[in-house]
């Protein structure tokens, strides 16, 4: 193996652990290159830009790639994926428009707050849909038991969450709605109507999605109206041991 190679996979590999699924591992290395690009695409910016005539300071370039560079050194020794990959994200998010806001408009930018797009594209990527949903019942069910400040009633959520195919689309001539149906819907619907206070509960294919990385009480055996005698689980929260790890 070269030692260009042998430089390549340290790269890849850095941050992974023995532990890590196949699905964490290629996380782990989008987002490790990526920040590498960001840093990259930040000083070819920067040189464009003097090359075109306008002199704006190297300060704001330089702090990203220091902050950006800072965070990967910090992950590296603590290997707590979800707070690397969370800063990461947030600066991937809000440093665009920074950088605007300190340039000026739009058109004098060129546009550089699109840059913040890859923020929300990262999030699908390296969090994925089915986390991002439980992590989010959960967040909503705990807020709501916490904050009473916001919550003078003591509401609680019932929530449900299925997985599978539906169909998606816009229906009326006057009123526009956005709507979805298909069975997976009237799975979910069922298994909210179902569930209990306070309480997130998920359908068997969510369950296999999620088990990795949450952990969930025993499997209970529900009747649901119109779908029979069906299994699901109701979720904890995240499993401890992928907490530093995503």
């Known amino acids: ?29 989008l987002m490790f290159f990526a920040t590498g690009l960001i840093c990259f695409a930040s000083i070819v910016w920067l040189m464009i830009y003097w090359q ?22 910090v992950y590296l020794k603590t290997l707590d994926f979800n707070v690397f990959r969370l800063i990461q994200l947030s600066l991937f998010l809000f440093t665009p428009f920074v950088a605007q806001w300190s340039i000026g408009s739009f058109i004098t930018a060129s546009g550089i707050s699109l840059w913040a797009l890859l923020a929300p594209i990262g999030a699908v990527l390296f969090i994925g849909p089915p986390e991002s949903l439980a992590d989010m019942a959960l967040a909503m069910c705990r807020l709501l038991n916490d904050d009473f400040s916001i919550n003078e009633m003591h509401l609680e959520l019932r929530i ?45 294919r969510t369950y296999q999605r999620l088990r990795n990385g949450f952990d969930f ?21 995240r499993r401890a041991e992928t907490t530093g790890s995503g």
């Open 52 to 73: 075109l005539g306008p002199r704006f300071s190297s300060n704001l370039p330089f702090a990203l790639q220091l902050m950006l560079v800072g965070n990967l050194l």
């Open 217 to 237: 009480q025993e499997p209970l055996t529900i009747y649901l109206k119109g779908k029979g005698n069906m299994v699901v689980h109701r979720l904890i929260g």
């Open 1 to 29: 193996m070269t030692a260009g190679g042998t430089f390549l996979d340290r790269l890849r590999n850095a941050g992974v652990t023995p532990a890590d699924s196949e699905t964490l591992r290629l996380q782990k290395s």
């Open 160 to 204: 449900g969450i299925g997985t599978g195919p539906v169909v998606a689309g816009v229906v009326g001539k006057k009123k526009f709605i956005y709507d979805l149906w298909g069975d997976t819907v009237n799975i979910a619907s069922r298994v909210t109507t179902e569930g209990v206070p306070g309480v997130v509960q998920v359908d068997q």
